[in-house]
């Protein structure tokens, strides 16, 4: 079974700076679909980024971009430039790319705290 | 465009009684998905459905628990009877299949569940 680990349970950083969430998983699939879900006190589940197992490059979205390891199953995601509006619950999930098993294993979570 | 539609946000009841969930998916979208999230466990997927059809039901805790999806635009997970165990947060996701591949999940706002 495919599980994934987030090992920060909180994470702080100063506003304006730049801060790393870990995530690790353990699969023995090749082909994957990992990402990056937010949820603000709202408790909206907004989906940050993803990342395709076979592609090399690492994904980016504006002041969101990853850092995928593949051999060592890591899969990191980088804030640039924190903001107020980033403070949340931040979960990596993985999905098999297999149609018709799109279902989603999440990781514990990291609460990101962001300081004026 | 609306998004995944849940309801109710919230629902307090006492122990024993019939809950029903209801989830209305976005249009077009083919596959539903039904997670819970506890302090405990994180989010767990409870089950999910392609065209309608459940496909994987093992994260259903127990046969208290049940999840219907009698057409395409409306699902429900109903627990009889509730125990204040149950208490968490109940989310819905959509996406959809056969598109480009593992298009990625669109969350409701969750239903916040509290058994008394």
């Known amino acids: 079974a495919q599980t994934v680990t987030q090992s920060q349970p909180e994470m702080s950083v100063q506003e304006a700076e730049t801060v790393t969430l870990s995530c690790t998983y353990d699969t023995s699939e090749s082909d994957y679909y990992l990402f990056w879900y937010k949820q603000p006190p709202s408790r909206q589940m907004i989906l940050v980024i993803r990342?395709?197992?076979?592609?090399?490059q690492n994904a980016t979205e504006n002041r969101f971009s990853v850092n995928f390891q593949k051999a060592a199953k890591s899969f990191s995601l980088k804030i640039s430039d924190s903001q107020l509006g980033d403070a949340a619950m931040y979960f990596c999930?993985?999905?098999?790319?297999?149609?018709?098993?799109?279902?989603?294993?999440f990781g514990t979570g990291t609460r990101l705290t962001i300081i004026p | 465009d609306a998004g995944v539609i849940q309801s109710p946000r919230h629902e307090v009841t006492e122990m024993g009684q019939e809950v029903t969930l209801r989830c209305k998916p976005i249009?077009?979208?083919?596959?539903l998905f039904w997670y819970r999230q506890t302090m405990m466990r994180g989010l767990e997927l409870l089950i999910y459905?392609?065209?309608?059809?459940?496909?994987?039901d093992s994260g259903m805790p127990e046969d208290r628990f049940s999840a219907k999806m009698p057409n395409a635009s409306f699902s429900t997970l109903k627990i009889q009877p509730s125990e204040p165990r149950d208490s968490a947060v109940y989310f819905c996701a959509s996406t959809s299949l056969g598109g480009a591949p593992n298009q990625p999940q669109h969350f409701g706002d969750g239903t916040r569940l509290s058994i008394l």
């Open positions: 999930a993985y999905a098999l790319s297999n149609f018709g098993n799109e279902k989603l294993t």
């Open positions: 990342q395709e197992a076979y592609k090399q």
């Open positions: 249009s077009g979208h083919n596959s």
């Open positions: 459905f392609n065209n309608n059809v459940p496909i994987d």
